[in-house]
């Protein structure tokens, strides 16, 4: 085994703790001693190496280092999942089914509108895939902080236009940029107010919000909405059917949605109560429509086996009635009542209703 060489400090050291342990073994009553705690006996710095994290300390310690260091601005939203959105797609559910008598008696066909899944991202990545000309509305959710922004594409406004003046229903029109016509601006105003008091009457439901109109723009950098770094929860609805397949975004800040994310909740789970007792009412009514074979035994009089086989027409079985005859729904008794008759027919008319045995 080859020699090591020891650190100058360290050997004082070691001489120092040698020469008080001799000291001790020669003494006649040695006193108890306790060890020096690091406190009490601190190392001094000479003898304490430096570390120094060499260049190979990923090779050599199996260490890795991440280059691509990414900032963070604190009180910035960072992305998160729409779990605790819910009520917000079930709104969208229920948004789509509302728009649709809105969108149809312009667009003179049945129009299929659905929700899609809520997208939480930036603003600016959400303004980098816009195109440079679309039907943007801003509205003010009042007292909520915060907004609401439709967007809506202008080739559908304009499809919309060529068909409400006789085109054929479907009609896709590819329109280029520029300011609206009079007739879009007429179609547009006339949508969108349709499409704000649904959005306000859902919104109610939640909690109380006035829908205020903020700005018109036709650009989406010119829209004064949001930070470009904030979070958006964009909300859109695919249309198809008797259109042109094209989209319509509803855009929420995130940040407004925050506060009230209990509330959202909230309602959803008064509608799963509320579905539930409607499916419980619906299902107890279906149930009472169902029609059951119902039957009533006069007598049951027992036979030898050879009498059985030896009946002919013309025997005679007896039987004994009893004084009230059951009603039978399967092997269960419902009803127990008295053989008569009514308008020339034998009936039953019911004396006690459930098993009269019990």
Do not use: C
């Amino acid at each position: 085994m080859s020699d090591i060489p020891l650190d100058p400090a360290l050997a004082a050291l070691f001489d120092e703790i040698a020469q008080v342990q001799a000291g001790e073994a020669g003494a006649e009553t040695p006193a108890p001693t306790e060890a020096p705690s690091p406190t009490e006996a601190p190392l001094p710095a000479e003898a304490i190496p430096a570390i120094e994290v060499s260049a190979d300390a990923e090779t050599t310690l199996g260490i890795t280092f991440d280059e691509e260091v990414q900032p963070f601005a604190f009180g910035q939203e960072g992305p998160r999942s729409a779990e605790r959105l819910t009520g917000l797609e079930r709104m969208g559910e229920k948004l789509a089914r509302a728009f649709r008598p809105a969108v149809e008696p312009i667009a003179r066909a049945r129009v299929a509108i659905h929700p899609e899944a809520l997208d939480i991202r930036t603003y600016q990545s959400w303004q980098d895939e816009q195109p440079d000309f679309s039907a943007l509305t801003l509205y003010r959710l009042r007292p909520l902080r915060g907004g609401m922004l439709i967007q809506i594409d202008a080739n559908f406004i304009a499809s919309l236009v060529e068909i409400f003046y006789g085109g054929a229903p479907g009609a896709s029109v590819n329109r280029k940029p520029g300011d609206f016509t009079a007739s879009e601006e007429l179609l547009l105003n006339r949508l969108l107010e349709k499409m704000s008091a649904i959005l306000a009457s859902h919104w109610n439901e939640v909690t109380p919000v006035e829908l205020v109109l903020g700005s018109r723009e036709t650009n989406v950098a010119h829209l004064p909405f949001l930070r470009g770094e904030e979070m958006v929860v964009v909300q859109k609805f695919v249309l198809s059917g008797g259109v042109a397949p094209t989209s319509i975004s509803i855009l929420y800040p995130l940040a407004m949605l925050r506060p009230i994310e209990e509330k959202l909740e909230a309602r959803v789970h008064d509608e799963d109560r509320s579905a539930s007792d409607d499916w419980r009412w619906r299902l107890a009514q279906a149930l009472m429509q169902v029609s059951l074979p119902v039957r009533s035994v006069l007598a049951r009089p027992e036979i030898s086996v050879a009498e059985l086989l030896a009946l002919k027409p013309g025997d005679v079985i007896p039987i004994t009635l009893p004084p009230r005859t059951p009603l039978l729904a399967g092997a269960r008794r419902i009803a127990d009542g008295v053989i008569g008759e009514q308008d020339g027919r034998a009936a039953l008319m019911i004396e006690k209703v459930g098993d009269a045995s019990a």
